[in-house]
């Protein structure tokens, strides 16, 4: 069966500060498919254009050039009331850097995404519940971020991604604040998820975390330098191709010496 | 939306209660100029001029009708600083909302209802201390002008509600500009860093240029030859080299004395980073509360042969030293927030509190300095002049003055406090 086309970037470009003395172009002409139920992880070292291009597939950012493609049409003319109802059905959002709002309780932070869709309350709580339950934070509702370990507001950012039920979801350096054990967790509820059909996108530095991926687009310098993708191999052998491919940065740096 | 926003009011309750205290504030003050302005006992006599021109238009309104527009003005500039600071700190929620698939539209209809609510909440307070402050500014007027106190009318009411929601509808248009100025991935990524500048802008006129129309400007004020009811020549030249003095002179200076003392003088490099770096952040709040306190002190000068413009505009100028003077204030404890962590940071290398304690107060001192006398040495000869050729009670110019020293001393005092506590609060957060 043909998988359905979700998100399509075509030859998109970003410049950061255009026609001033700083302009860069943090993405070369690059190219990027989203299909329903993908595991794509982006990997690359840090100014690669990784979030670049993940707030672009977002639909958080504009590409300076190219298209964007959202069910087959063009983000650039859409209205941003479009845009946004695109967002609330469609992706999970999950950054470290976007926490939670500290005055509001872990649950209420959960449910903000159905707020904004309008859901009843009944609904929202329900919704919430279940995927406090998914992520062990099921104790915690009631609590105010403040109160709760680090570990603890990450899986609730998590959660906040989830409780729409995505068909994508979008995930930058989703367990930073996670040691492996807690990782290890988070991302076999992606692989889940995944596995039901929802479709994943997650930008990390780390091999580990991108070897539960189906495939893994390798960006350098703007580019997407390598697309790795994981076939029949097993999780192991995927995670040594992955190794092997970053490590050919660090042989780099050895040879310098 | 309608319930997470007001679930936020009352969630975020601090800065729900500090917006309401200052439109409250606004409201008091909006209200006591409106219905200051309508009351009779400043009521100018109607000017027959002929309307067919427009000079003879402007000519046709009274002066006071101008003072209290600037007044509304300072009220709105009050509106506008408090807002941005309320959105500011709104970011993280700005961003959440958006990538939860919140549209512009909704974001700015929240934002609207919080305002709208508050403000509602904040009228009752707001016209009551009104009221009461028309009472106390009309018994003060009538003493003056032996008149009898004449009460608030009817329309007043509505012309302030107008006024006040003209401000409104302003602040949703400004929400509705900064929602669309700020993309989410700059909020995603500058959430936890502070802005700090440090560096002033690249100008093609050298600086000396602005210290000596600065300079200039202060003689040709003194200079006896020189009409003393025409001044504006000389301000006009005064207000350009206080521009160019706040918007990089200082910065420049501090710069070269840092190039020079860098690693000798342990306290005062970071005393004066800061310095700068606070001046070239607050430059627009410092630049217009400067421009408009020697405007109204200006003002009041030239209409002191004008009874009922000369207390307008000399309210007007109590309202410039004291609200501006407390927008300062406002700004710089914010930057403080901001740079809790950066004093955290010096504690962890080695700092002691107290030393930290000293850099924070030498910046303070620099600053409430810059922004006491760059003001005060142009005031001062204008007050000088007038006082000398007899147009001016002298007691009268030595309270204006003083009182702007005053305010700015208090106000300094009580930001080295705010400062001071914060960076103390962020030390023990630490521990």
Same mark, same amino acid.
């Given at each position: 069966?043909?998988?359905? /086309? =979700?998100?399509?970037?075509?030859?998109?470009?970003?410049?950061?500060?255009?026609?001033?003395?700083? /302009?860069?172009?943090?993405?070369?002409?690059?190219?990027?498919?989203?299909?329903?139920?993908? @595991?794509?992880?982006?990997?690359?070292?840090?100014?690669?254009?990784?979030?670049? &291009?993940?707030?672009?597939?977002?639909?958080?950012?504009?590409?300076?050039?190219?298209?964007?493609?959202?069910?087959?049409?063009?983000?650039?003319?859409?209205?941003?009331?479009?845009?946004?109802?695109?967002?609330? /059905?469609?992706?999970?959002?999950?950054?470290?850097?976007?926490?939670?709002?500290?005055? %509001?309780?872990?649950?209420?932070?959960?449910?903000?995404? &159905?707020?904004?869709?309008?859901?009843?309350?009944?609904?929202?709580?329900?919704?919430?519940?279940?995927?406090?339950?998914?992520?062990?934070?099921?104790?915690? =509702?009631?609590?105010?971020?403040?109160?709760?370990?680090?570990?603890?507001?990450?899986?609730?950012?998590?959660?906040?991604?989830?409780?729409?039920?995505?068909?994508?979801?979008?995930?930058?350096?989703?367990?930073?604040?996670?040691?492996?054990?807690?990782?290890?967790?988070?991302?076999?509820?992606?692989?889940?998820?995944?596995?039901?059909?929802?479709?994943?996108?997650?930008?990390?530095?780390?091999?580990?975390?991108?070897?539960?991926?189906?495939?893994?687009?390798?960006?350098?310098?703007?580019?997407?330098?390598?697309?790795?993708?994981?076939?029949?191999?097993?999780? /192991?052998?995927?995670?040594?191709? %992955?190794?092997?491919?970053?490590?050919?940065?660090?042989?780099?740096?050895?040879?310098?010496? | 939306? +309608?319930?997470?926003?007001?679930?936020?009011?009352?969630?975020?309750?601090?800065?729900?209660?500090?917006?309401?205290?200052?439109?409250?504030?606004?409201?008091?003050?909006?209200?006591?100029?409106?219905?200051?302005?309508?009351?009779?006992?400043?009521?100018?006599?109607?000017?027959?001029?002929? %309307?067919?021109?427009?000079?003879?238009?402007?000519?046709?309104?009274?002066?006071?009708?101008?003072?209290?527009?600037?007044?509304?003005?300072?009220?709105?500039?009050?509106?506008?600083?408090?807002?941005?600071?309320?959105?500011?700190?709104?970011?993280?929620?700005?961003?959440?909302?958006?990538?939860?698939?919140?549209?512009?539209?909704?974001?700015?209809?929240? +934002?609207?209802?919080? *305002?709208?609510?508050?403000?509602?909440?904040?009228?009752?307070?707001?016209?009551?201390?009104?009221?009461?402050?028309?009472?106390?500014?009309?018994? @003060?007027?009538?003493?003056?002008?032996?008149?009898?106190?004449?009460?608030?009318?009817?329309?007043?009411?509505?012309?302030?509600?107008?006024?006040?929601?003209?401000? &409104?509808?302003?602040?949703?248009?400004?929400?509705?500009?900064?929602?669309?100025? $700020?993309?989410?991935?700059?909020?995603?990524?500058?959430?936890?860093?502070?802005?700090?500048?440090?560096?002033?802008?690249?100008?093609?006129?050298?600086?000396?240029?602005?210290?000596?129309?600065?300079?200039?400007?202060?003689?040709?004020?003194?200079?006896?030859?020189?009409?003393?009811?025409?001044?504006?020549?000389?301000?006009? +030249?005064? @207000?350009?080299?206080?521009?160019?003095?706040?918007?990089?002179?200082?910065?420049?200076?501090?710069?070269?004395?840092?190039?020079?003392?860098?690693?000798?003088?342990?306290?005062?490099?970071?005393?004066?980073?800061?310095?700068?770096?606070?001046? =070239?952040?607050?430059?627009?709040?410092?630049?217009?509360?400067? +421009?408009?306190?020697?405007?109204?002190?200006?003002?009041?000068?030239?209409?002191?042969?004008?009874?009922?413009?000369?207390?307008?505009?000399?309210?007007?100028?109590?309202?410039?030293?004291?609200?501006?003077?407390?927008?300062?204030?406002?700004? &710089?404890?914010?930057?403080?927030?901001?740079?809790?962590?950066?004093?955290?940071?010096?504690?962890?290398?080695?700092?002691?509190?107290?030393?930290?304690?000293?850099?924070?107060?030498?910046?303070?001192?620099?600053?409430?300095?810059?922004?006491?006398?760059?003001?005060?040495?142009?005031?001062?000869?204008?007050?000088?002049?007038?006082?000398?050729?007899?147009?001016?009670?002298?007691?009268?110019?030595?309270?204006?003055?003083?009182?702007?020293?005053?305010?700015?001393?208090? *106000?300094?005092?009580?930001?080295?406090? *705010?400062?001071?506590?914060?960076?103390?609060?962020? $030390?023990?957060?630490?521990?």
């Amino acid at each position: 069966m043909e998988k359905k /086309e =979700l998100l399509r970037a075509q030859n998109i470009t970003r410049v950061y500060g255009k026609g001033t003395p700083n /302009e860069m172009e943090a993405l070369h002409p690059t190219n990027v498919t989203i299909y329903e139920g993908e @595991f794509v992880a982006i990997m690359g070292p840090s100014g690669a254009g990784k979030s670049t &291009l993940l707030t672009i597939l977002s639909t958080l950012d504009f590409a300076t050039k190219g298209g964007m493609y959202l069910d087959g049409e063009n983000a650039a003319g859409m209205e941003d009331k479009y845009l946004s109802k695109f967002r609330n /059905e469609n992706l999970g959002y999950i950054s470290q850097d976007l926490t939670l709002i500290d005055t %509001l309780t872990m649950e209420e932070n959960i449910g903000i995404p &159905l707020y904004v869709s309008g859901k009843s309350q009944s609904y929202i709580k329900q919704k919430v519940e279940e995927v406090a339950k998914l992520c062990h934070i099921e104790k915690l =509702l009631k609590k105010l971020p403040g109160e709760c370990s680090g570990g603890q507001v990450q899986r609730a950012t998590v959660c906040r991604g989830l409780v729409n039920d995505p068909k994508l979801i979008i995930a930058d350096e989703p367990t930073g604040n996670l040691d492996s054990k807690n990782a290890h967790e988070v991302l076999m509820i992606f692989k889940e998820l995944n596995k039901k059909g929802t479709g994943v996108v997650v930008v990390t530095h780390d091999c580990q975390i991108a070897s539960y991926s189906n495939k893994t687009l390798y960006v350098l310098d703007g580019n997407i330098k390598e697309i790795v993708e994981k076939g029949d191999m097993s999780q /192991e052998e995927y995670y040594q191709k %992955l190794v092997e491919l970053t490590s050919e940065d660090i042989d780099e740096i050895f040879n310098e010496e | 939306m +309608f319930r997470l926003a007001l679930k936020m009011i009352r969630k975020d309750l601090k800065s729900s209660a500090f917006y309401m205290i200052v439109m409250t504030t606004t409201i008091a003050i909006s209200f006591i100029f409106t219905a200051t302005s309508n009351g009779k006992a400043l009521t100018v006599d109607q000017v027959n001029t002929d %309307l067919k021109s427009l000079p003879n238009m402007f000519a046709a309104v009274p002066a006071s009708d101008y003072l209290n527009m600037v007044i509304i003005v300072f009220c709105c500039f009050l509106m506008f600083y408090v807002n941005n600071n309320y959105i500011y700190n709104k970011k993280n929620e700005i961003a959440i909302l958006s990538v939860s698939g919140a549209s512009t539209f909704q974001i700015i209809i929240y +934002f609207l209802m919080q *305002t709208a609510f508050l403000f509602l909440l904040a009228c009752i307070p707001g016209l009551i201390v009104g009221w009461f402050g028309v009472q106390v500014f009309f018994q @003060f007027v009538s003493s003056i002008m032996h008149t009898t106190i004449q009460s608030v009318e009817g329309t007043t009411l509505i012309q302030s509600f107008i006024i006040i929601g003209v401000i &409104l509808v302003y602040l949703v248009f400004y929400i509705c500009a900064y929602v669309f100025r $700020i993309d989410v991935k700059e909020l995603l990524a500058s959430r936890n860093t502070a802005k700090i500048i440090n560096r002033a802008p690249v100008s093609k006129i050298p600086d000396i240029v602005f210290v000596l129309l600065y300079v200039g400007s202060i003689v040709l004020i003194i200079l006896p030859n020189m009409d003393y009811q025409n001044l504006s020549t000389q301000l006009f +030249f005064a @207000f350009v080299g206080l521009y160019g003095i706040v918007n990089g002179v200082i910065s420049k200076l501090v710069f070269k004395w840092k190039f020079k003392n860098s690693f000798t003088q342990k306290y005062k490099t970071v005393s004066m980073s800061n310095f700068s770096s606070t001046i =070239l952040t607050s430059k627009m709040t410092i630049l217009i509360m400067m +421009f408009s306190i020697i405007m109204m002190f200006f003002v009041t000068m030239v209409y002191s042969d004008k009874i009922n413009e000369m207390i307008l505009s000399f309210a007007g100028y109590i309202i410039a030293v004291v609200l501006l003077s407390m927008t300062v204030t406002f700004d &710089l404890s914010v930057q403080a927030k901001q740079r809790a962590v950066y004093y955290l940071n010096l504690w962890k290398i080695g700092y002691t509190r107290k030393e930290l304690m000293k850099i924070m107060r030498y910046e303070i001192f620099l600053v409430y300095t810059t922004l006491l006398v760059l003001p005060l040495l142009i005031m001062a000869p204008i007050g000088y002049r007038y006082v000398q050729a007899g147009a001016f009670d002298f007691n009268m110019c030595a309270f204006m003055l003083g009182l702007f020293v005053f305010v700015v001393v208090f *106000t300094g005092i009580v930001t080295a406090f *705010t400062y001071g506590h914060t960076i103390k609060k962020s $030390i023990v957060g630490e521990k």
